[in-house]
């Protein structure tokens, strides 16, 4: 299986990240593969050391006039019959040629960007489905989701983040977004006052977050952590992980807390939702509601059992439906399906 993959975010984000364990889910199952993205430093060294082949090129906009020849001439070099766009960028500078274009949606992008597109591919059953109700036809909108691993680390020590011994600690992950509702944790935590979090995650609202923290009074028990490349280490440390995103058409995070074994609390936000079955699995709150949020928290600390009920249950979620191995079979059978080998 050949393969090239277009990439032109220049940020870190859950796309971001997913992009670089899914080129090593490919490397790992024996596929050749090759890339063309934006000049990051982090993923450069990542792909680096997975051996993929990488170009950088600057993905710019209106007037940019390289990238698209140089994703055409490497995936011919290549001998590519397949090219997978990830994002709006990306697809709107990958040309047609001798080989099917393929573009992974894990958000409601403008569609208009993949036209004359071989495929799209959602990461919930729900973008697949609006695919075909913005005009995609059916046949060719498909859905795989992602998958979620165990990750190599150990518990991060509390005191390397001034954070006590013996108190809750919750965790948040994610982009420091508005759609991220990071301000809804911390107005939870105005109502817990023994309990610690931290953040991991960097992003436009940074400097609105902590002066919110600071107004709130939680600012002592938060810990802005940044963008972290350690999230199995996170996962292992807390005591929960609270995800109350506005809007979320995913959330990779939850299956990651599944796959680490932490319980999760997030919002009925489409993508938790659907992944959540509440009270089994994880636990739903509606959105932007710091109460519930706070009443849930308190609940499961007060309850072990509960928590290790649904670390089980989430992991047994992954290993049902979000293995590496699963999902890698689903994009393979997808690649045959358009020309790959």
């Given at each position: 299986?050949?393969l090239?993959h277009t990439l032109g975010a220049?940020?870190?984000?859950?796309?971001?990240t997913y992009?670089?364990?899914?080129v090593?889910?490919f490397a790992?199952?024996?596929?050749?593969?090759a890339?063309v993205?934006?000049?990051?430093?982090?993923r450069e060294?990542?792909l680096?050391?997975?051996?993929v082949?990488t170009?950088?090129?600057l993905?710019s906009?209106?007037?940019d006039?390289?990238?698209?020849p140089?994703?055409e001439?490497?995936?011919?070099?290549f001998?590519?019959?397949?090219?997978l766009?990830?994002?709006?960028?990306?697809?709107s500078?990958?040309?047609?040629?001798?080989y099917?274009?393929i573009g992974?949606?894990?958000g409601?992008y403008?569609l208009k960007?993949?036209?004359?597109?071989?495929?799209?591919v959602?990461n919930?059953?729900?973008i697949a489905?609006w695919?075909?109700r913005?005009?995609?036809?059916?046949?060719?909108a498909h859905?795989?989701p992602?998958f979620?691993a165990?990750g190599e680390?150990a518990?991060?020590?509390?005191a390397?983040?001034?954070?006590?011994?013996?108190v809750?600690?919750?965790l948040g992950?994610g982009?420091?977004?508005?759609?991220?509702?990071h301000?809804?944790?911390?107005?939870?935590?105005?109502?817990?006052?023994?309990?610690y979090l931290?953040i991991a995650?960097s992003?436009?609202?940074?400097?609105?977050l902590k002066a919110?923290?600071e107004?709130?009074g939680?600012?002592?028990r938060v810990?802005?952590?940044?963008?972290?490349?350690?999230a199995?280490s996170?996962y292992?440390?807390?005591?929960l992980?609270?995800f109350?995103?506005?809007?979320?058409p995913?959330?990779n995070?939850v299956i990651?807390?599944w796959?680490?074994?932490?319980?999760?609390?997030?919002?009925?936000?489409?993508g938790?939702?659907s992944?959540i079955?509440?009270?089994e699995d994880g636990a739903?709150?509606?959105?932007d509601?710091?109460?519930?949020?706070?009443?849930?928290v308190?609940?499961?600390?007060a309850?072990p059992?509960?928590?290790?009920?649904f670390?089980?249950a989430?992991?047994?979620r992954?290993?049902?439906?979000?293995?590496?191995?699963?999902?890698v079979?689903?994009w393979?059978?997808l690649f045959?399906r358009y020309?790959?080998e």
């Open positions: 299986m050949k090239v220049s940020g870190d984000g859950g796309a971001e992009f670089t364990e899914l090593g889910a790992r199952a024996g596929f050749q593969q890339a993205i934006r000049p990051h430093a982090g060294a990542a680096k050391a997975l051996g082949e170009r950088l090129e993905f906009k209106p007037f006039f390289a990238t698209a140089a994703i001439k490497m995936t011919r070099a001998g590519a019959k397949v090219v766009a990830w994002m709006n960028r990306a697809a500078r990958t040309p047609p040629g001798p099917a274009r992974r949606l894990g409601y403008k960007n993949y036209r004359d597109f071989n495929a799209l959602g919930t059953q729900d489905d695919m075909v913005e005009g995609w036809a059916k046949a060719h859905y795989i992602n979620a165990e680390g518990p991060i020590p509390r390397h983040f001034a954070t006590p011994e013996g809750p600690l919750l992950m982009r420091l977004h508005e759609s991220k509702a301000d809804v944790s911390l107005r939870a935590l105005t109502l817990l006052p023994d309990a931290w995650g992003g436009p609202e940074e400097d609105k919110l923290a107004d709130l939680v600012a002592p810990r802005f952590l940044g963008w972290r490349t350690d199995p996170l292992r440390s807390a005591d992980c609270v109350p995103s506005r809007f979320e995913l959330g995070v990651q807390a796959a680490h074994g932490l319980p999760v609390i997030a919002a009925n936000a489409a938790p939702a992944l079955r509440d009270g739903l709150i509606p959105i509601n710091a109460e519930a949020l706070a009443d849930k308190r609940a499961l600390l309850d059992a509960l928590r290790r009920s670390a089980a989430g992991r047994a992954v290993a049902a439906d979000f293995s590496e191995a699963a999902v079979a689903q393979r059978a045959s020309g790959g």
